[in-house]
């Protein structure tokens, strides 16, 4: 792939719907262009915020030109923290460090962070074009580890979407929390995992969708184009929790699906994972 290109990146903050956003873009980038507009959504992980994206943010926005990237802080994150114990883990040998309701608050920050995409794909256009200079023609999610447990959520369940790259992220819930009850000695069961937290699980999950059929009215991801990286090594978010929902994962004839998962690499995005996120964008968006 070229080197990226010579350019000088412009960060625009907006408050969108009290949510406050961080929109990279070229500096050259004028409102009244005619060029077609792409925008990706860059989550950060757990116990990170938007700033530790923002090399990442750059990268994609100087490698692929008429893409815009767009960062926040995910729910309970950097200027969006209400509660830090809320953020922690089960973690039974630490009992400083050990959140009991660690199933339940993940999976509503998770959960929320998506519905926080689909938010802003209803409301970011008016605030950019509010006189209808341009369009913007494509979606898109690129999600780290918590992130990417919410990048595969909003592909999931927003139309709107054609482009998902979860990097460590995981499209089964339950499979994950069960990996790390196994873990920590605890048993996946009330109150540390909660019948209604299932039923809702259930109901959003994509592992609990259709994602075998070739039927676009019962399976959500035909026509989607999806990147998974995992890390061989990764015992936090194993890709043995997910791999069965990859694997079988249908897009149809109109979708692509590229998996890769990285030699002795753990729990992390890597500048090689970046960079194959850049070269899956550069060749995919339009």
């Known amino acids: 792939m070229p080197p990226p290109r010579s350019t000088t990146i412009e960060v625009v903050r907006l408050v969108i719907g009290g949510l406050e956003i961080q929109l990279y873009r070229t500096a050259d980038s004028e409102p009244t262009t005619t060029q077609p507009i792409a925008v990706a959504f860059l989550l950060h992980g757990r116990l990170r915020k938007k700033e530790d994206v923002d090399g990442f943010a750059r990268k994609l926005v100087a490698g692929k030109e008429g893409l815009w990237v767009v960062s926040f802080d995910l729910r309970n994150h950097g200027s969006r923290m ?58 898109g999610v690129v999600g780290i580890s918590l992130g990417g447990h919410s990048a595969w959520m909003a592909l999931c369940h927003d139309p709107r979407i054609r482009i998902g790259v979860p990097i460590i992220g995981c499209p089964d819930y339950r499979a994950l929390m069960a990996h790390r009850a196994k873990q920590e000695g605890i048993p996946l069961e009330p109150p540390h995992y909660p019948t209604s937290l299932q039923q809702v699980v259930e109901r959003h999950d994509p592992a609990h969708k259709d994602y075998r059929s070739v039927d676009p009215q019962s399976n959500p991801f035909i026509g989607k184009q999806v990147f998974v990286l995992c890390g061989e090594e990764d015992e936090l978010v194993p890709w043995s929790a997910g791999v069965e929902i990859v694997e079988g994962l249908e897009v149809g004839e109109t979708g692509g699906k590229r998996v890769r998962v990285y030699t002795g690499v753990g729990h992390k995005c890597t500048d090689e994972m970046q960079e194959d996120v850049l070269g899956f964008l550069v060749e995919k968006l339009k």
């Open 82 to 139: 209400v509660d830090e114990k809320a953020n922690d883990a089960w973690d039974t040998k630490d009992p400083a460090q050990h959140n009991p309701r660690h199933a339940i608050d993940m999976y509503s920050i998770q959960l929320g962070t998506a519905r926080d995409v689909s938010f802003l794909i209803d409301s970011l256009p008016s605030y950019l074009f509010p006189n209808g200079e341009s369009e913007i023609c494509e979606w």
